[in-house]
Protein backbone atom coordinates (compact mmCIF):
# COMPACT_ATOMS: atom_id res chain seq x y z
CA UNK A 1 0.00 0.00 0.00
CA UNK A 2 0.92 3.25 -0.66
CA UNK A 3 1.21 6.55 1.05
CA UNK A 4 -2.15 8.69 -0.40
CA UNK A 5 0.10 11.97 -1.73
CA UNK A 6 -2.06 14.74 -0.07
CA UNK A 7 -0.33 15.50 3.09
CA UNK A 8 3.38 15.78 3.99
CA UNK A 9 1.97 15.16 7.84
CA UNK A 10 3.83 12.69 9.95
CA UNK A 11 7.20 14.29 8.46
CA UNK A 12 9.53 14.33 11.71
CA UNK A 13 7.51 12.30 13.91
CA UNK A 14 9.29 9.73 15.74
CA UNK A 15 8.90 7.51 18.84
CA UNK A 16 11.05 5.47 21.14
CA UNK A 17 11.78 1.77 20.37
CA UNK A 18 8.89 -0.42 21.20
CA UNK A 19 6.30 2.09 20.93
CA UNK A 20 3.37 0.60 20.32
CA UNK A 21 0.75 1.54 17.52
CA UNK A 22 -2.68 0.03 16.98
CA UNK A 23 -6.30 1.26 16.76
CA UNK A 24 -9.36 0.48 18.65
CA UNK A 25 -13.14 -1.04 18.29
CA UNK A 26 -15.17 -1.90 20.67
CA UNK A 27 -18.11 -5.52 20.68
CA UNK A 28 -21.40 -3.69 20.72
CA UNK A 29 -19.70 -0.72 17.88
CA UNK A 30 -18.74 -3.50 15.43
CA UNK A 31 -19.48 -7.29 15.89
CA UNK A 32 -23.12 -6.92 15.21
CA UNK A 33 -24.64 -11.21 15.30
CA UNK A 34 -26.27 -9.79 18.26
CA UNK A 35 -28.56 -13.30 18.92
CA UNK A 36 -25.79 -15.42 17.46
CA UNK A 37 -24.27 -18.45 19.23
CA UNK A 38 -26.04 -18.08 22.83
CA UNK A 39 -25.18 -14.33 23.08
CA UNK A 40 -27.84 -12.13 25.63
CA UNK A 41 -29.13 -8.91 25.59
CA UNK A 42 -27.29 -5.83 27.09
CA UNK A 43 -28.24 -2.58 28.36
CA UNK A 44 -27.10 -1.25 25.05
CA UNK A 45 -29.72 -3.31 22.98
CA UNK A 46 -32.67 -2.81 24.50
CA UNK A 47 -31.85 0.90 24.52
CA UNK A 48 -30.97 1.42 21.15
CA UNK A 49 -34.54 -0.55 20.37
CA UNK A 50 -36.44 1.96 22.54
CA UNK A 51 -37.71 4.40 20.10
CA UNK A 52 -36.14 7.98 20.29
CA UNK A 53 -32.77 6.85 22.14
CA UNK A 54 -30.72 6.44 19.35
CA UNK A 55 -30.83 8.67 16.01
CA UNK A 56 -32.75 7.14 13.33
CA UNK A 57 -33.69 4.22 15.31
CA UNK A 58 -30.74 2.56 14.52
CA UNK A 59 -29.18 -0.61 16.46
CA UNK A 60 -26.08 -2.51 16.65
CA UNK A 61 -28.10 -5.94 15.41
CA UNK A 62 -25.42 -5.93 12.48
CA UNK A 63 -23.35 -3.17 13.27
CA UNK A 64 -20.55 -3.94 10.56
CA UNK A 65 -20.37 -7.75 10.79
CA UNK A 66 -17.07 -7.89 12.69
CA UNK A 67 -18.14 -11.22 14.50
CA UNK A 68 -18.45 -12.84 11.03
CA UNK A 69 -15.92 -11.15 9.01
CA UNK A 70 -12.89 -11.25 11.34
CA UNK A 71 -10.87 -13.20 9.56
CA UNK A 72 -11.20 -10.15 6.96
CA UNK A 73 -10.87 -7.69 9.03
CA UNK A 74 -7.50 -8.83 10.47
CA UNK A 75 -5.86 -9.30 6.96
CA UNK A 76 -7.10 -5.82 6.54
CA UNK A 77 -5.22 -4.97 9.80
CA UNK A 78 -2.32 -6.59 8.94
CA UNK A 79 -1.91 -4.61 5.18
CA UNK A 80 -2.39 -1.30 7.30
CA UNK A 81 0.74 -2.41 9.42
CA UNK A 82 -1.04 -2.57 12.79
CA UNK A 83 1.13 -3.59 15.73
CA UNK A 84 -2.27 -4.10 18.27
CA UNK A 85 -5.91 -4.25 18.15
CA UNK A 86 -8.02 -3.29 20.43
CA UNK A 87 -11.11 -4.73 20.95
CA UNK A 88 -13.44 -5.71 23.74
CA UNK A 89 -15.15 -8.64 25.05
CA UNK A 90 -18.99 -8.74 25.03
CA UNK A 91 -20.33 -9.68 28.21
CA UNK A 92 -22.78 -11.14 27.47
CA UNK A 93 -21.93 -13.12 24.64
CA UNK A 94 -19.16 -14.69 26.82
CA UNK A 95 -21.80 -14.95 29.51
CA UNK A 96 -25.27 -14.15 28.74
CA UNK A 97 -26.75 -13.77 32.26
CA UNK A 98 -23.84 -11.74 33.84
CA UNK A 99 -23.48 -14.56 36.08
CA UNK A 100 -22.42 -18.51 35.65
CA UNK A 101 -20.74 -20.43 33.50
CA UNK A 102 -19.49 -18.98 29.95
CA UNK A 103 -21.22 -19.55 27.16
CA UNK A 104 -18.83 -21.81 25.24
CA UNK A 105 -19.75 -20.75 21.46
CA UNK A 106 -19.46 -16.55 22.67
CA UNK A 107 -15.88 -17.85 24.49
CA UNK A 108 -14.92 -19.46 21.31
CA UNK A 109 -14.90 -16.40 19.08
CA UNK A 110 -12.88 -14.03 20.77
CA UNK A 111 -10.31 -16.88 21.09
CA UNK A 112 -10.25 -17.25 17.33
CA UNK A 113 -10.50 -13.66 17.24
CA UNK A 114 -6.71 -13.49 18.94
CA UNK A 115 -5.51 -16.70 17.40
CA UNK A 116 -6.04 -15.05 14.01
CA UNK A 117 -4.44 -11.60 14.96
CA UNK A 118 -1.63 -13.56 17.08
CA UNK A 119 -0.74 -15.27 14.04
CA UNK A 120 -0.65 -12.23 11.81
CA UNK A 121 1.73 -10.53 14.42
CA UNK A 122 -0.62 -8.41 15.91
CA UNK A 123 -0.97 -8.12 19.48
CA UNK A 124 -4.68 -9.09 21.13
CA UNK A 125 -5.41 -5.84 22.90
CA UNK A 126 -8.66 -6.57 24.89
CA UNK A 127 -10.87 -4.32 27.11
CA UNK A 128 -13.57 -6.58 29.77
CA UNK A 129 -16.50 -3.71 29.59
CA UNK A 130 -17.03 -1.25 26.95
CA UNK A 131 -20.46 -0.36 28.13
CA UNK A 132 -22.78 -3.63 27.32
CA UNK A 133 -23.62 -4.91 30.69
CA UNK A 134 -25.69 -7.95 30.32
CA UNK A 135 -29.69 -6.77 30.71
CA UNK A 136 -30.28 -9.36 33.55
CA UNK A 137 -27.74 -7.14 35.65
CA UNK A 138 -29.23 -3.84 34.61
CA UNK A 139 -32.92 -5.71 35.91
CA UNK A 140 -31.45 -6.14 38.94
CA UNK A 141 -30.30 -2.82 39.86
CA UNK A 142 -27.29 -2.44 37.04
CA UNK A 143 -24.25 -0.06 38.20
CA UNK A 144 -25.74 1.77 41.25
CA UNK A 145 -25.54 -1.76 43.05
CA UNK A 146 -22.67 -3.05 44.56
CA UNK A 147 -23.72 -6.70 43.80
CA UNK A 148 -22.62 -5.58 39.82
CA UNK A 149 -19.14 -5.19 40.82
CA UNK A 150 -18.90 -8.81 42.11
CA UNK A 151 -20.43 -10.21 38.89
CA UNK A 152 -18.01 -8.36 36.95
CA UNK A 153 -15.11 -9.60 39.20
CA UNK A 154 -16.53 -12.92 38.45
CA UNK A 155 -16.64 -12.26 34.56
CA UNK A 156 -13.17 -11.20 34.58
CA UNK A 157 -11.92 -14.11 36.21
CA UNK A 158 -13.72 -16.55 34.50
CA UNK A 159 -12.85 -14.85 30.77
CA UNK A 160 -8.88 -14.40 31.70
CA UNK A 161 -8.35 -17.48 32.95
CA UNK A 162 -9.71 -19.25 29.33
CA UNK A 163 -7.86 -16.76 27.39
CA UNK A 164 -5.45 -15.01 28.90
CA UNK A 165 -2.47 -17.25 27.78
CA UNK A 166 -2.28 -15.59 25.02
CA UNK A 167 -2.93 -11.84 26.07
CA UNK A 168 -0.19 -9.98 27.28
CA UNK A 169 -1.97 -6.76 28.82
CA UNK A 170 -5.93 -6.74 29.99
CA UNK A 171 -7.82 -4.25 30.36
CA UNK A 172 -10.88 -3.95 32.79
CA UNK A 173 -13.30 -1.23 31.75
CA UNK A 174 -13.50 1.60 29.26
CA UNK A 175 -14.30 5.14 30.27
CA UNK A 176 -16.30 4.64 33.25
CA UNK A 177 -17.35 8.06 33.40
CA UNK A 178 -19.34 7.50 30.24
CA UNK A 179 -20.67 4.51 31.91
CA UNK A 180 -21.56 5.91 35.23
CA UNK A 181 -22.85 9.91 34.18
CA UNK A 182 -24.22 8.90 30.61
CA UNK A 183 -25.77 6.31 31.83
CA UNK A 184 -27.14 6.99 35.33
CA UNK A 185 -27.10 10.83 35.10
CA UNK A 186 -27.99 12.45 31.61
CA UNK A 187 -29.38 9.35 30.42
CA UNK A 188 -28.63 9.85 26.77
CA UNK A 189 -26.11 5.90 26.98
CA UNK A 190 -27.76 2.92 28.10
CA UNK A 191 -29.23 2.51 29.87
CA UNK A 192 -30.55 5.43 30.03
CA UNK A 193 -31.68 6.40 33.66
CA UNK A 194 -31.42 10.73 34.82
CA UNK A 195 -30.70 9.99 39.15
CA UNK A 196 -27.82 11.83 39.88
CA UNK A 197 -26.84 9.98 42.98
CA UNK A 198 -27.37 6.32 40.98
CA UNK A 199 -24.58 7.66 38.71
CA UNK A 200 -22.25 8.69 41.47
CA UNK A 201 -23.04 5.02 43.33
CA UNK A 202 -22.75 3.63 39.71
CA UNK A 203 -19.07 5.73 38.98
CA UNK A 204 -17.98 3.63 42.50
CA UNK A 205 -19.30 0.57 41.73
CA UNK A 206 -17.38 1.02 38.10
CA UNK A 207 -14.22 1.39 39.90
CA UNK A 208 -14.99 -1.29 42.61
CA UNK A 209 -15.50 -3.69 39.74
CA UNK A 210 -12.48 -2.64 38.08
CA UNK A 211 -10.46 -3.31 41.72
CA UNK A 212 -11.94 -6.84 42.35
CA UNK A 213 -11.30 -7.95 38.46
CA UNK A 214 -7.58 -6.76 39.12
CA UNK A 215 -6.97 -8.72 42.06
CA UNK A 216 -8.27 -11.31 40.48
CA UNK A 217 -5.94 -10.86 37.46
CA UNK A 218 -3.06 -10.24 39.22
CA UNK A 219 -3.84 -13.90 41.32
CA UNK A 220 -3.81 -15.23 38.11
CA UNK A 221 -0.37 -13.72 37.01
CA UNK A 222 -1.88 -11.52 34.13
CA UNK A 223 -1.13 -7.81 33.67
CA UNK A 224 -4.15 -5.34 34.55
CA UNK A 225 -5.12 -1.97 33.45
CA UNK A 226 -7.69 0.41 33.18
CA UNK A 227 -8.99 3.03 30.50
CA UNK A 228 -9.85 6.44 31.19
CA UNK A 229 -11.20 9.31 29.35
CA UNK A 230 -9.71 12.62 30.83
CA UNK A 231 -10.15 16.49 29.22
CA UNK A 232 -8.22 19.65 29.57
CA UNK A 233 -10.66 21.50 31.21
CA UNK A 234 -10.49 25.25 31.26
CA UNK A 235 -11.94 27.92 32.37
CA UNK A 236 -13.58 30.46 29.97
CA UNK A 237 -12.03 33.34 32.10
CA UNK A 238 -9.61 33.98 35.40
CA UNK A 239 -12.79 35.05 37.16
CA UNK A 240 -13.47 33.08 40.44
CA UNK A 241 -16.86 31.59 39.55
CA UNK A 242 -15.10 30.41 36.18
CA UNK A 243 -12.20 29.16 38.19
CA UNK A 244 -14.78 27.55 40.42
CA UNK A 245 -16.57 25.71 37.34
CA UNK A 246 -13.09 24.29 36.13
CA UNK A 247 -12.16 23.08 39.42
CA UNK A 248 -15.79 21.12 39.96
CA UNK A 249 -15.72 19.80 36.12
CA UNK A 250 -12.17 18.48 36.09
CA UNK A 251 -13.30 16.57 39.28
CA UNK A 252 -16.28 14.86 38.12
CA UNK A 253 -14.65 14.53 34.77
CA UNK A 254 -10.73 13.62 35.91
CA UNK A 255 -10.08 13.50 39.71
CA UNK A 256 -13.33 11.45 40.50
CA UNK A 257 -11.40 8.14 38.43
CA UNK A 258 -8.17 9.25 38.71
CA UNK A 259 -7.85 9.76 42.56
CA UNK A 260 -9.48 6.41 43.66
CA UNK A 261 -7.80 4.24 41.26
CA UNK A 262 -4.20 5.68 41.72
CA UNK A 263 -3.91 7.67 45.26
CA UNK A 264 -6.80 5.26 47.03
CA UNK A 265 -8.79 8.10 47.90
CA UNK A 266 -11.96 10.48 46.56
CA UNK A 267 -10.73 14.09 46.36
CA UNK A 268 -12.32 15.84 48.95
CA UNK A 269 -13.70 19.03 47.14
CA UNK A 270 -15.32 16.44 45.02
CA UNK A 271 -17.03 15.19 47.97
CA UNK A 272 -18.36 18.64 49.14
CA UNK A 273 -19.70 19.51 45.69
CA UNK A 274 -22.02 16.32 45.85
CA UNK A 275 -22.65 16.79 49.63
CA UNK A 276 -26.16 17.33 48.06
CA UNK A 277 -26.80 14.15 46.24
CA UNK A 278 -24.64 11.90 48.10
CA UNK A 279 -23.41 11.19 51.41
CA UNK A 280 -21.25 8.03 49.81
CA UNK A 281 -22.44 6.45 52.34
CA UNK A 282 -22.22 3.16 49.25
CA UNK A 283 -18.27 3.35 49.69
CA UNK A 284 -17.09 0.67 52.24
CA UNK A 285 -14.32 0.06 54.91
CA UNK A 286 -11.70 -1.09 52.34
CA UNK A 287 -13.48 -0.27 49.00
CA UNK A 288 -10.64 2.68 48.02
CA UNK A 289 -7.83 0.12 49.12
CA UNK A 290 -9.67 -2.58 46.18
CA UNK A 291 -9.85 0.32 43.92
CA UNK A 292 -5.82 1.16 44.08
CA UNK A 293 -4.91 -2.02 43.45
CA UNK A 294 -1.74 -1.05 41.75
CA UNK A 295 -2.15 -0.88 37.57
CA UNK A 296 0.52 -2.33 35.00
CA UNK A 297 -0.61 0.37 32.44
CA UNK A 298 -2.84 3.76 32.54
CA UNK A 299 -5.09 3.95 29.09
CA UNK A 300 -5.74 8.07 28.52
CA UNK A 301 -8.49 8.40 26.11
CA UNK A 302 -8.66 12.08 24.80
CA UNK A 303 -10.71 13.55 21.89
CA UNK A 304 -11.07 17.17 23.53
CA UNK A 305 -11.07 20.22 26.26
CA UNK A 306 -13.67 21.40 27.98
CA UNK A 307 -14.02 25.38 28.57
CA UNK A 308 -16.07 26.46 31.20
CA UNK A 309 -17.97 29.05 32.85
CA UNK A 310 -19.71 29.37 36.07
CA UNK A 311 -22.50 31.99 34.55
CA UNK A 312 -25.89 30.75 33.32
CA UNK A 313 -25.39 30.87 29.64
CA UNK A 314 -23.00 27.92 28.55
CA UNK A 315 -23.97 25.46 26.42
CA UNK A 316 -23.59 21.97 26.54
CA UNK A 317 -20.79 19.94 27.13
CA UNK A 318 -20.82 17.79 23.47
CA UNK A 319 -22.61 14.03 24.84
CA UNK A 320 -25.93 15.29 23.57
CA UNK A 321 -27.18 16.69 27.17
CA UNK A 322 -28.44 19.59 26.20
CA UNK A 323 -31.72 20.54 27.59
CA UNK A 324 -32.42 16.82 29.56
CA UNK A 325 -30.50 15.56 32.27
CA UNK A 326 -26.99 17.32 33.04
CA UNK A 327 -24.32 14.49 33.50
CA UNK A 328 -22.74 16.70 35.85
CA UNK A 329 -24.55 15.69 39.71
CA UNK A 330 -24.71 18.52 41.90
CA UNK A 331 -22.84 20.82 39.05
CA UNK A 332 -25.92 22.08 37.02
CA UNK A 333 -25.12 25.69 37.25
CA UNK A 334 -22.07 25.36 34.89
CA UNK A 335 -22.16 25.73 31.35
CA UNK A 336 -19.86 24.65 28.31
CA UNK A 337 -18.55 27.33 25.84
CA UNK A 338 -17.05 27.04 22.62
CA UNK A 339 -13.89 28.94 21.74
CA UNK A 340 -12.68 29.65 18.12
CA UNK A 341 -10.95 26.10 17.30
CA UNK A 342 -12.07 24.23 14.50
CA UNK A 343 -14.57 21.58 15.23
CA UNK A 344 -15.06 17.32 14.21
CA UNK A 345 -18.38 16.41 12.74
CA UNK A 346 -19.49 15.49 16.77
CA UNK A 347 -18.62 19.27 17.50
CA UNK A 348 -16.00 18.40 19.37
CA UNK A 349 -13.19 21.13 19.28
CA UNK A 350 -9.68 19.91 18.06
CA UNK A 351 -7.16 20.82 20.99
CA UNK A 352 -4.28 18.79 20.53
CA UNK A 353 -1.88 20.55 22.89
CA UNK A 354 -4.45 19.08 25.77
CA UNK A 355 -3.07 15.62 24.91
CA UNK A 356 0.05 16.79 26.29
CA UNK A 357 -1.25 18.38 29.26
CA UNK A 358 -3.09 16.12 30.69
CA UNK A 359 -0.45 13.10 30.37
CA UNK A 360 1.96 15.36 31.42
CA UNK A 361 -0.68 16.08 34.65
CA UNK A 362 -1.03 12.07 35.36
CA UNK A 363 2.85 11.74 35.04
CA UNK A 364 3.78 14.67 37.43
CA UNK A 365 0.50 14.98 39.56
CA UNK A 366 0.11 10.77 40.40
CA UNK A 367 2.18 7.61 41.49
CA UNK A 368 4.16 6.89 38.20
CA UNK A 369 2.50 4.02 36.09
CA UNK A 370 3.09 2.98 32.29
CA UNK A 371 0.98 4.82 30.18
CA UNK A 372 -0.96 4.21 26.77
CA UNK A 373 -3.18 6.80 25.04
CA UNK A 374 -5.91 3.79 24.18
CA UNK A 375 -8.73 6.52 22.29
CA UNK A 376 -7.64 9.39 20.12
CA UNK A 377 -9.41 10.60 17.02
CA UNK A 378 -11.87 12.50 15.14
CA UNK A 379 -15.39 12.09 13.33
CA UNK A 380 -15.50 13.91 9.80
CA UNK A 381 -18.72 13.70 7.05
CA UNK A 382 -16.36 11.67 4.88
CA UNK A 383 -17.33 10.56 1.64
CA UNK A 384 -16.07 8.06 -1.13
CA UNK A 385 -15.09 10.11 -4.64
CA UNK A 386 -15.94 9.39 -8.05
CA UNK A 387 -13.06 6.42 -7.64
CA UNK A 388 -14.02 4.91 -4.87
CA UNK A 389 -10.92 6.33 -2.81
CA UNK A 390 -11.89 8.39 0.47
CA UNK A 391 -9.82 10.82 0.90
CA UNK A 392 -9.71 12.56 4.85
CA UNK A 393 -7.23 15.18 5.43
CA UNK A 394 -8.71 16.31 8.52
CA UNK A 395 -8.62 13.27 9.85
CA UNK A 396 -4.64 12.97 8.70
CA UNK A 397 -4.35 16.41 10.32
CA UNK A 398 -5.74 15.88 13.47
CA UNK A 399 -4.07 12.57 14.34
CA UNK A 400 -0.81 14.12 13.36
CA UNK A 401 -1.44 17.20 15.42
CA UNK A 402 -2.54 14.13 18.37
CA UNK A 403 0.96 12.47 17.42
CA UNK A 404 2.99 15.20 18.03
CA UNK A 405 1.21 15.92 21.11
CA UNK A 406 2.38 12.22 22.30
CA UNK A 407 5.62 13.16 21.20
CA UNK A 408 6.02 16.54 23.51
CA UNK A 409 4.53 14.67 26.28
CA UNK A 410 7.55 11.96 25.76
CA UNK A 411 10.30 14.74 25.18
CA UNK A 412 8.70 16.28 28.84
CA UNK A 413 9.70 12.50 30.60
CA UNK A 414 5.95 11.45 30.10
CA UNK A 415 6.22 7.31 30.11
CA UNK A 416 3.94 6.75 27.50
CA UNK A 417 4.77 3.44 25.67
CA UNK A 418 1.53 3.35 22.87
CA UNK A 419 -0.98 5.13 21.30
CA UNK A 420 -4.60 3.69 19.43
CA UNK A 421 -6.16 5.21 16.92
CA UNK A 422 -10.01 5.68 17.32
CA UNK A 423 -11.49 3.69 15.46
CA UNK A 424 -10.12 1.46 12.77
CA UNK A 425 -13.84 0.89 11.49
CA UNK A 426 -16.62 3.40 10.56
CA UNK A 427 -18.97 2.11 13.53
CA UNK A 428 -21.87 2.32 15.50
CA UNK A 429 -21.87 5.69 17.80
CA UNK A 430 -23.58 5.02 20.12
CA UNK A 431 -26.39 7.41 20.38
CA UNK A 432 -25.59 8.88 17.20
CA UNK A 433 -26.35 5.61 15.46
CA UNK A 434 -24.15 5.08 11.90
CA UNK A 435 -24.08 9.00 11.00
CA UNK A 436 -20.73 9.71 12.57
CA UNK A 437 -17.93 8.31 11.07
CA UNK A 438 -14.95 7.69 12.79
CA UNK A 439 -12.81 5.02 11.41
CA UNK A 440 -9.48 4.73 9.18
CA UNK A 441 -11.39 2.38 7.22
CA UNK A 442 -14.79 3.51 5.57
CA UNK A 443 -17.67 1.12 5.62
CA UNK A 444 -20.22 0.73 3.44
CA UNK A 445 -23.07 -0.42 5.50
CA UNK A 446 -25.38 -1.43 2.59
CA UNK A 447 -22.57 -3.60 1.17
CA UNK A 448 -20.29 -4.14 4.19
CA UNK A 449 -17.14 -3.19 1.98
CA UNK A 450 -14.15 -2.25 3.48
CA UNK A 451 -11.99 1.25 2.08
CA UNK A 452 -9.23 2.29 4.37
CA UNK A 453 -9.08 5.79 3.65
CA UNK A 454 -6.13 7.96 3.06
CA UNK A 455 -5.58 8.43 6.77
CA UNK A 456 -5.49 4.46 7.48
CA UNK A 457 -2.60 4.51 4.57
CA UNK A 458 -1.10 7.49 6.37
CA UNK A 459 -1.07 5.95 9.71
CA UNK A 460 0.37 2.63 8.21
CA UNK A 461 3.18 4.73 6.66
CA UNK A 462 4.04 6.04 10.03
CA UNK A 463 3.73 2.36 11.92
CA UNK A 464 6.24 1.34 9.25
CA UNK A 465 8.34 4.21 9.20
CA UNK A 466 8.11 4.97 6.14
CA UNK A 467 7.12 9.24 6.73
CA UNK A 468 10.39 10.28 8.61
CA UNK A 469 13.03 11.82 7.16
O1 LIG B 1 -17.09 5.63 20.04
C1 LIG B 1 -16.63 6.06 21.29
C2 LIG B 1 -16.00 4.91 22.05
O2 LIG B 1 -16.87 3.84 22.18
C3 LIG B 1 -15.59 5.36 23.41
N1 LIG B 1 -14.80 6.56 23.37
C4 LIG B 1 -15.26 7.64 22.54
C5 LIG B 1 -15.61 7.15 21.16
C6 LIG B 1 -16.11 8.33 20.29
O3 LIG B 1 -17.24 8.90 20.84
Not at 81 to 104: E, K, M
Not at 114 to 129: F, H, V
Not at 348 to 377: C, D, F, K
Not at 380 to 385: H, K, R
Request: aromatic share 10%; glycine share 12%; proline share 6%.
Amino acid sequence: MTTDSQTEAGTGLQFPTGFLFGAATAAYQVEGAATVGGRGPSIWDTFAHTPGRVLGGETGDVAIEHHQRYREDVALMADLGLQAYRFSISWPRVQPDGSGALNTAGVDFYSRLIDELLAAGIEPWPTLYHWDLPQPLEDAGGWPERDTAERFADYAGAITAVLGDRVRQWTTLNEPWCSAFLGYGSGVHAPGRTDPAAAVRAGHHLMLGHGLAAGRLKAGGHKVGVTINLYDVLPVSDRDVDLDAARRIDGLQNRFFLDPVLLGSYPADVIEDLAEVTDFAHVQDGDLAVISTPLDMLGVNYYSRHVVTGEAGGGDDGHGGSGGASPWPGSEQVGFVKGDLPLTAMGWEIHAEGLTSVLERVATQYPSVPLYVTENGAAFPDVPDADGLVRDPDRISYLDGHLRACQAAIDLGVPLHGYFCWSLFDNFEWSWGYSRRFGLVYVDYETQTRTPKSSAYWYGDLIRGRLTP
